[in-house]
């Protein structure tokens, strides 16, 4: 277990492997276990940095803002504390929202984007998410753990067809605070990154799964009409977590990327 401390609060992190460094950044209510595997499967030609973000995980708590903006600072004051002066970022959902957003506010830091089911506008998130980001509704739901915790337990045959997904999203539920809770989600819904996709100048490539019941899989339109160098690929069979339902076709995706090569082609659109 690893942290720094910013001037903004402290930020947990794992490491893992050896070679160029690569950053990984997770989503709502999410931490650093989900990138596990990624980090195994990259690590013999790869230094990969999973973080958590503030307000998740083991990461620091006391702040008043979770914004995605935010976020986009912590990736940076966390590049410059362990002087990493360029990276790819990975980031699933709100992560890959916050990758995006940080390679337009720094994009000398950033030397390519994958991005894992993640919104580009807001409002394609599921409704259920965009209620919780209603500060009343949000801190409401969140009162009631017990109920949230049914219904995604419910819901998560859905969400992906891994089993394991559901105790993982329980355990990084019980560290997050009811500020970071819905004021992430809240920031996250305002989001519309598309009148700024076109300054993006570096290799992008955008994973949705078919069947995402969280965020709308059509949200790599935007990423495909906005970035000049984008590449989309649809996974069909996965729902939100595509690293959880196809593995093994997320993973060459993720190499054939990180390594510069074509890669396979596109499972769908």
């Known amino acids: 277990m690893s942290s720094i401390v910013t001037d903004q609060g402290s930020v947990h992190y794992e490491t893992y492997g050896a070679g160029p460094p690569v950053i ?13 595997p990624t980090m195994e499967a990259l690590g013999a030609h790869y230094r990969c940095y999973a973080l958590d973000f503030w307000g998740f995980g083991e990461s620091g708590k006391k702040r008043s803002s979770y914004a995605v903006g935010d976020f986009m600072e912590l990736v940076r004051q966390f590049m410059d504390a362990l002087g990493i002066a360029q990276a790819p970022l990975i980031g699933h959902s709100m992560g890959g929202t916050t990758s995006l957003g940080t390679t337009l506010r720094y994009p ?40 949230l915790q049914f219904a995604l337990k419910l ?33 996250l819904r305002r989001t519309d990154l598309r009148p700024r996709l076109a300054e993006i100048r570096i290799p992008v490539m955008g994973i949705y799964g078919g069947r995402d019941v969280i965020v709308s899989p059509r949200e790599y339109r935007p990423l495909a009409a906005g970035v000049p160098q984008a590449r989309i690929e649809v996974m069909p069979r996965s729902g939100h977590f595509p690293m959880l339902d196809e593995p093994d076709e997320y993973l060459a995706l993720i190499r054939s990327f990180l390594d510069g090569s074509a890669g396979p082609p596109s499972a769908g659109r």
Request: with cysteine; hydrophobic share 45%; glycine share 10%.
């Open 155 to 187: 819901s998560s045959p859905l969400i992906t067809r891994d089993p394991r997904w559901y105790d993982m999203v329980a355990h990084d539920l019980s560290q997050t605070t009811i500020e970071s809770f819905f004021s992430s989600i809240g920031s």
């Open 24 to 36: 990984l950044l997770h989503g709502w209510i999410g931490s650093w276990g989900l990138w596990q």
């Open 108 to 147: 000398d830091r950033v030397t390519k984007v994958c991005v894992i089911g993640s919104p580009i506008v807001g409002t394609s998130l599921s409704i259920f998410l965009q209620l919780a980001g209603v500060r009343w509704i949000g801190s409401l739901v969140r009162y009631f753990l017990p109920v």
